[in-house]
T-cell receptor, first 111, second 115 residues
Framework: GENVEQHPSTLSVQEGDSAVIKCTYSDSASNYFPWYKQELGKRPQLIIDIRSNVGEKKDQRIAVTLNKTAKHFSLHITETQPEDSAVYFCAAPESFNKFYFGSGTKLNVKP | NAGVMQNPRHLVRRRGQEARLRCSPMKGHSHVYWYRQLPEEGLKFMVYLQKENIIDESGMPKERFSAEFPKEGPSILRIQQVVRGDSAAYFC?????????????FGDGTRLSIL
């Protein structure tokens, strides 16, 4: 089955700095990789996703890169703001019907 | 377009009671997924359903837990004879089609507390 590992588990940055979170996966058939942001006590919210036919996707201050050969994908947040503070989860699919989630990265953006 | 609706938001049960959690998918979505999240942990897949069918229940404990998605009405996750270890947040997600290349949208979750 799919195995998703996420690093780091916690990340503290100064406002305005960049943050990078990395995930690795094991199933070479996986072809879709979403990232979710979860604020305390709230639902996971899809913030960006990438399909395997592209290597990078950007949406304003958020970008995701994918290296299929190495089986890893990363979330990049530039010009971080205090409201970016949350837990971020990556996910990868198995058997096209369920996602395996990483263990989460708690991002703290210090004003 | 209403999002994924879950109720109740909070549920308190005593050990041995039954818990019923409901999930209505987004309009136009026919695929429902249930996940469990313990405090400070990630989301763990439990079960994947389509209307009137359980497609994959490999993440759901074989005893005390069951799920359904009837032709009419919401999907229901049922936990019988609850124990303290069942305390968690249970999230439902829906997608418009099956496949690992479709985004899943989550509801607000049900926080289950067992006394």
């Amino acid at each position: 089955g799919e195995n998703v590992e996420q690093h780091p588990s916690t990340l503290s940055v100064q406002e305005g700095d960049s943050a990078v979170i990395k995930c690795t996966y094991s199933d070479s058939a996986s072809n879709y990789f979403p990232w979710y942001k979860q604020e305390l006590g709230k639902r996971p919210q899809l913030i960006i996703d990438i399909r395997s036919n592209v290597g990078e996707k950007k949406d304003q201050r958020i970008a995701v890169t994918l290296n299929k050969t190495a089986k890893h994908f990363s979330l990049h947040i530039t010009e971080t703001q205090p409201e970016d503070s949350a837990v971020y989860f990556c996910a990868a699919p198995e058997s096209f019907n369920k996602f395996y989630f990483g263990s989460g990265t708690k991002l703290n953006v210090k004003p | 377009n209403a999002g994924v609706m879950q109720n109740p938001r909070h549920l308190v049960r005593r050990r041995g009671q039954e818990a019923r959690l409901r999930c209505s998918p987004m309009k136009g979505h026919s695929h429902v997924y249930w996940y469990r999240q313990l405090p400070e942990e990630g989301l763990k897949f439990m079960v994947y359903l389509q209307k009137e069918n359980i497609i994959d229940e490999s993440g759901m404990p074989k005893e005390r837990f069951s799920a359904e998605f009837p032709k009419e009405g919401p999907s229901i996750l049922r936990i019988q004879q609850v124990v303290r270890g069942d305390s968690a947040a249970y999230f439902c997600a829906s997608s418009p089609a099956s496949g690992g290349n479709q985004p899943q949208h989550f509801g607000d979750g049900t926080r289950l507390s067992i006394l």
